[in-house]
């Protein structure tokens, strides 16, 4: 084979990508060895491997993840109901759309996230405040996915569930809405990511909760393998998380 | 006849308002007159929603003093240093991924899917790193703006037009002369896009890096105001907040031209 034929491979990116990484590792490993890199401010990267084992097993990390996904998982539910209710009522009422659009997009893009210390304050320290926080920011995603997606449904077929003589409810349920499916589904993927990383941030900043606790409680104790191991961690969920969605948004996308 | 000889006179200008914006008045005040009866009512704890007029003397308080501006300088600042950090690392990554399709092959997934993790769990790195001053907050702007600048920049390096690309070689123009002549002309709607959704998540990492542990910065401020539940003040400092961020974004893209790109 020749060197022309590999680079053409499909498995040469992936290979070159996971091998630069690999290389990167064991420079830094070697770097701290010979103590260009103070392992006191960076750990071995072969610490951080062993740290694996002793973060999930002693910190409790099946539970903390429970915990971050239930409170996801709620913000999700909240956001994908309330997010398609409101889209629909504001696609229904065509001069509240005109009206509200630019601020729900604007709410898109607004930090909101920074309003934590006010959901404390109304709150608590509690789950409810990594969960309406994660509501806030994953909502405005949902509602303009789905205004979009309803108005982009094609007329014939809203033509044929009327000459089918369809209430509006029926033509909502049977037309409208698995028309707009796709489109409102990459509305709440994109919700759900700004969830997810708005708990995970939240439960870090109140030091409450489940996998963004467990960096800062690491963190705290200066146990810096299990800060490392615990920041890899909670990457690899949310990376997880994002294939995942992404798979889905795939298979629901109509083929063309 | 009559008809010719009657005396046309221009009708008197009315004023009507657009319905879209009457009914945006009408939210307006439907919203502030249902926080006036919350506060007034005291169905929530006291202060919690505090009246219009606290917030509003709170408002006028705090922008009025100048304590303030140096905290809110001090904000700016490291923003700023973020985001040319991050921007300007972000871009020449974007440029190289852009640019070899092998490249971005191997390494583009790994921004992809590290873009949306949540960046603030690697500020206890950058404390360790860059300390507890100002430096981990830079840090984290730059960490928070590297991923869409980066992203951007390589899609739009791939959008470019190959034409454009020829005739630069055809002008026999060297790398620079192609970065500066063809390629960054031709991205400045995916760049402009890149810098706006910079901006925004650099303002977030940076003022969450400083609630979570700084003594100066609006960041600071704010968690201040939450530790002394002085809440008109946090309410002030939140609008405030929102309207900088959202004015700071609609600049960048006024600034680079979005809107005449867009009407184009």
Known sequence: MTVAAITRSRAFPLALGLGSLLVAVLVVEALIRVGVINRFIVPLPSQIVMAFERVIVEEDIADRFRLTFFEALTAGAMITVVGVLLGL??????????????????????????????????????????????????????????????????????????????????????????????????GVRLGLIFTLINVVGVEFLINFGGLGQLINDLAERYDLPGTYAAICFVILVSVCFFVFTEWIERWLRPVD | MAEAGRLNLPAAPTIRAEPVTVVRVGIIILILVLWEAIAQSGLLYRDVVPSLLAIGTALVKLLSTSDYYWHLSVTASEVGTGLAVGGLSGLLVGLVLGGNRMLSKSFEPYLYYLGPTPKIIFFPVMIMWFGVGPGSKVAMGAISCFFPIALSTAAGMRQIDRVLIRVGQSFRANAWQMATKIYLPAMRHPIINGVRLGLGVAIIGTLLAETKLSNRGVGFLIIQAYSLFDMPRMYAMLIVLFVVAIGANALVGRLGGLSTIRQR
């Open chain 1, 89 to 186: 009522l504001l696609f229904r009422i065509n001069i509240l759309r005109q009206a509200t659009e630019t601020w729900v997009a604007a709410m898109a893009s607004a930090p909101t996230v920074l309003m934590y210390p006010l959901f404390l304050v109304i709150f608590g320290r509690s789950a409810w405040t990594i969960i309406m926080m994660g509501f806030v920011a994953g909502l405005p995603p949902v509602i303009l996915k789905t205004i979009e997606g309803l108005s982009a449904t094609r007329r014939v077929l809203i033509d044929v569930g009327k000459s089918f003589k369809l209430t509006g409810p029926q033509l909502f349920i049977k037309v409208l809405f698995p028309a707009a499916l796709p489109t409102i589904f990459v």
